[in-house]
């Protein structure tokens, strides 16, 4: 919720975790479990400095919540390892480090991901995974629940349930969507801080929610994503062109959103993308918009010989008085005001 950022200042790596336990003890509807919680453990990154040098070390933990995704800021005086223990956690965790480096090192890969000051990594929890930032880093860590994020990706994908996604650990900053991920990220952990928030609308937030776990599904590169760009293809503005054919040629028929995607040689899911990218709308308002259009069109030419209810139900619309008011909502002025048609009965 926003303007509900707890921050804590801790003295010890080793007392992060308890810490943390101490303020944010997961619920039993919590997206992570106890056994999760505690699997993930910090620690000193160079063991002989902290052992001379401990009074050296302090951590600043900052905590936010959209909906079910955790935003954890962290400021690290000194070198700090994150480990993931046994059993590990059904989260993904993306990471931006605002300041310092960072090596992730996980169990399968072949080779450590390094990344710096602007960069990002991702990764699973799996159990053996270590993130180590070095001196005077600040990173933002964001846990997103791993069923939530594949189900997102499924809607997206418009195809069989997505049960995992195995991600490349690098964040492409340099591309536009990378770019534009890392920003939304910052956008989102500083609007969570503000009491005033258009984030703390349960509304917004989860839109908000649902446009984030977009934005990583769309810039982190993983194992659907050849599938992903595929669909991209499908959905282009012959896709959407196809759509509208049709809902020009159909438009006195009951049309539903699977056959116009069946039309246009794509899914629903996909269409529905297609349209809010080249339309700004959705299929089903395009086709609202076409079936007025094309009314307007029909009182024009009239002679007299229809009514406003006639022309309203030809095009679908079964209620004469909101076809009324959403034709005088695009073009100005009521329907019985202009042409020959009789008028509409009230």
Request: proline share 6%; aromatic share 8%; charged share 20%.
């Amino acid at each position: 919720m926003a303007g509900s950022v707890t921050t804590v200042d801790v003295e010890d790596p080793y007392e992060i975790t308890p810490t943390m336990w101490e303020l944010f003890t997961p619920t039993p509807t919590s997206a992570i479990t106890p056994p999760q919680f505690l699997a993930r453990s910090y620690r000193a990154g160079d063991w002989r400095r902290y052992k001379i040098e401990k009074h050296s070390y302090r951590t600043t933990v900052s905590v936010g919540k959209l909906g079910r995704t955790c935003f954890v800021r962290m400021a690290d005086r000194e070198a700090t390892d994150m480990v993931i223990g046994s059993p590990g956690i059904d989260h993904y965790c993306l990471t931006f480090l605002q300041q310092g480096q960072g090596l992730l090192c996980q169990p399968q890969a072949a080779s450590p991901a390094e990344t710096n000051a602007g960069g990002g990594v991702i990764f699973h929890g799996r159990p053996g995974t270590v993130l180590k930032t070095g001196n005077e880093a600040v990173k933002t860590n964001v846990w997103i629940p791993a069923g939530l994020l594949c189900r997102q990706a499924t809607e997206m994908l418009d195809g069989p349930d997505v049960r995992g996604l195995d991600f490349d650990a690098g964040i492409d900053v340099t591309s536009a969507a990378g770019a534009g991920l890392r920003r939304l990220t910052d956008w989102l952990y500083a609007e969570l801080g503000h009491p005033d928030s258009p984030l703390s609308n349960e509304i917004v937030a989860a839109s908000a929610q649902e446009l984030f776990l977009r934005t990583i599904v769309l810039a982190a590169t993983h194992s659907r994503s050849m599938q992903l760009r595929g669909q991209a293809r499908a959905a282009t503005p012959a896709t959407v062109r196809r759509a509208e054919e049709l809902m020009r040629s159909k438009a006195e028929l009951p049309l539903t959103l699977e056959e116009i995607a069946q039309a246009a040689g794509c899914g629903s899911r996909a269409l529905q993308a297609a349209f809010r990218a080249f339309r700004g709308t959705s299929p089903m308002a395009s086709l609202r918009r076409i079936r007025l259009e094309l009314a307007h069109q029909a009182i024009m030419r009239s002679d007299g010989s229809i009514s406003v209810a006639e022309v309203a139900a030809r095009y679908g619309f079964s209620n004469p008085g909101r076809f009324a008011s959403q034709y005088h909502h695009l073009f100005g002025e009521y329907p019985s005001r202009i042409g020959s048609l009789r008028p509409l009965r009230r």
